[in-house]
């Protein structure tokens, strides 16, 4: 496992095998000022994945595993370019592409995303992405995968008070 931070963002990186015996990469990028407060939340971060991310568990170092790890694991930490990007990644309703690489969002989690969002999007002190986030929040319900549907603005205020308190400040919505 590795951790390190550069340009305002927060990088958790680590390998493993998975139960049948595959090499798998995982990458979490996530913001450097305000994740550490949000550690039991995840810290305000995304999960980046990559289309191919296992490989058979390697007997040595050679020139696959070095290929695998570079194109996946390391181009996974040009996929978030900035805070800014976080933001608009965390306001996304779903997953995102870029190339073979992924960011996972699943919808039960959009709510607090965009709670995550509106907090970056306040201290970078982009009105406009603001805007947009606040349009999202009011959008109305959403459907969930098992079926049921979900008030995306109710529930933004039940994490928005969990993040208040964690951050030490008042998050309006």
């Known amino acids: 496992m590795a951790r390190w931070e550069s340009q305002g963002l927060a990088y958790l990186a680590w390998i493993s095998e998975d139960v049948a015996g595959s090499l ?3 990458m979490n990028v996530g913001d450097a000022k305000f994740g550490p407060a ?3 939340y995840g810290r305000m971060s995304v999960p980046i994945r990559g289309s191919g991310s296992e490989m058979p568990w390697p007997r040595a170092v050679d020139t696959s595993l ?3 790890l570079l194109e996946g694991l390391g181009g996974s930490t040009r996929f978030v370019a900035d805070r800014t990007d976080l933001c608009v ?3 996304s309703p779903g997953d995102v592409w870029r190339g073979e690489l992924s960011v996972w969002l699943p919808v039960a989690n959009y709510p607090a995303r965009l709670v995550q969002a509106l907090v970056l999007a306040r201290d970078l002190g982009s009105a406009d992405l603001e805007s947009r986030i606040q349009g999202r929040l009011e959008q109305g319900p959403i459907r969930l995968s098992n079926g049921r549907s979900m008030d995306v603005l109710a529930s933004a205020k039940g994490w928005a008070s969990r ?4 951050l030490g400040f008042d998050i309006a919505i």
Not at 163 to 166: D, E, L, M, N
């Open 163 to 166: 993040y208040s308190s964690a």
């Open 89 to 91: 990644l965390l306001s």
């Open 66 to 68: 070095e290929k695998y």
């Open 38 to 40: 949000l550690e039991k």
């Open 24 to 26: 798998t990469w995982n």
